[in-house]
Structures are given as C-alpha cells and as structure tokens.
C-alpha cells in the first residue's frame, strides 16, 4: 500500500530539548516535504526536498532543520524547540514536485 | 508574494443541497491548482489538479472548475460524508513551492 508514514502521532516535550519527527515513503518519490498547519493560518511549508542530499527553504523554515541522506527517508529535526512551534505537523511526498501530494497522518506536537 | 484565499470559511448544507467553494489566488505564473480534501485528524487528501483557465475536472459529486483568478469546487446534492474541509493548493510556475489556503469546512446535515 502506498503511504507516507510519519512518527510519532503524538508528542509533548519541554523548551529547547532536541527532538525528531519521522518521514518515510514507499512510493519512490523524489519529492518530499513538511508542513505545519496552524488554526487561522493553513498549511505551511517548511522545508522541501527536490531529491537526495538537495533540500530548500519553505516559507516558514526558521526554527527547523532537514536533512535527505536517503530517497524515502525525510526526517524534520528541531534542535532547540520553543513553544511557537507548537502545532500539527505533516510530511508529504509526491512524483512530480508540489504536484498531488500523499500526506502522512500528521504529528501534533506540543513544546510547553 | 503568493496568496490563496478561500472562502467561505465554512458552510453548512442540508443533505441533497449543491453549492460552490470558492478560491481565489494570486500567484506569478501558474503551474497548477490543486483541491484536497481533510478529514478531522487526518492529513489531506489529493482530489483534483487544474493546469489552465477553462479546465474542469470531476469526481463523483464534485467538480473543480478554473478561471484566471479563481477556481470553484461545485458540490452537487451533497451527503453527509462529504463533511470534510476542502484545500486549495497553488503552485507558481518555476517554482516548487506550494501555497495553500485556510480551507472551506464543509458540514452536510441529513
């Protein structure tokens, strides 16, 4: 079954501990990217990836980092969390970039 | 910059009553459209993509229709299960970057 799988669903941590979310496709592509969706405000993109080792600046990247060491593999890293970036996070990847995009069931996070 | 607005910000229908979704956009050079559809809890569901003004793309009981400047989401005698909230999604030409808006929550009563 084709799916984009994003760990954890859920997570609760303090200011500033380090912390990863999880991105992983079985579909091949070579597009992947993360968004936050905030009420009020939509989805928003964070980071994007055009392929392997090739990643770029979504409209709300500050905060966050990424790295694409692998095709399937797309892991969204906070380094120093703070509570602004508390919110719900989804992964999503597709064949054609920014094209029909398949999005993982998303992580809430809350930084308190 | 890109913008896309949708509105309204929600509707409520009755079982059996069409209506339209409206997003409007701005946007340099479009490459596409896009309208997903989410679920509480879930994350979005692709439903159409819309390359140019005067292309229409249908799916069951909806119907995505694109002008210059917008694009409507047409709901025909809709049914409860098509409570969701409905996204659009634009992305300029050049670029692989994705805009999207707030959403249209859609709420069908039976």
């Known amino acids: 079954e084709a799916q984009v799988t994003q760990n954890p669903r859920y997570l609760i941590t303090v200011t500033g501990k380090k912390l990863t979310v999880t991105c992983s496709q079985n579909?091949?592509?070579?597009?992947m990217s993360w968004y936050r969706q905030d009420p009020g405000l939509g989805l928003r993109q964070i980071y994007y990836?055009?392929?392997?080792?090739?990643?770029d600046k979504g409209d709300v990247p500050e905060g966050y980092k990424v790295s694409r060491k692998e095709k399937r593999n797309f892991p969204l890293i906070l380094e120093s969390p703070s509570p602004n970036q508390t919110s719900l996070y989804f992964c999503?990847?597709?064949?054609?970039?920014?094209?029909?995009?398949?999005f993982g069931s998303g992580t809430q996070l809350s930084v308190l | 910059e890109d913008q896309v607005t949708q509105s309204p910000e929600a509707l409520r229908l009755q079982e059996g009553e069409s209506s339209s979704l409206n997003c409007s956009y701005t946007?340099?050079?479009?490459?596409?459209l896009f309208w997903y559809r989410q679920d509480p809890g879930k994350g979005p569901e692709f439903l159409f993509t819309l390359y140019s003004a005067g292309e229409e793309k249908e799916k069951e009981r909806l119907k995505a229709t694109l002008t210059k400047k917008e694009s409507f989401l047409h709901i025909t005698a809709p049914k409860p299960e098509d409570s969701a909230t409905y996204l659009c999604?634009?992305?300029?030409?050049?670029?692989?970057?994705?805009?999207f808006g707030t959403g249209t929550k859609l709420q069908v009563i039976p």
């Open positions: 990836s055009m392929n392997v080792e090739v990643t």
């Open positions: 579909m091949n592509h070579e597009y």
């Open positions: 999604a634009v992305r300029p030409g050049g670029y692989q970057k994705v805009t």
């Open positions: 999503a990847s597709s064949l054609i970039p920014g094209e029909k995009l398949f």
């Open positions: 946007v340099s050079g479009l490459r596409g």
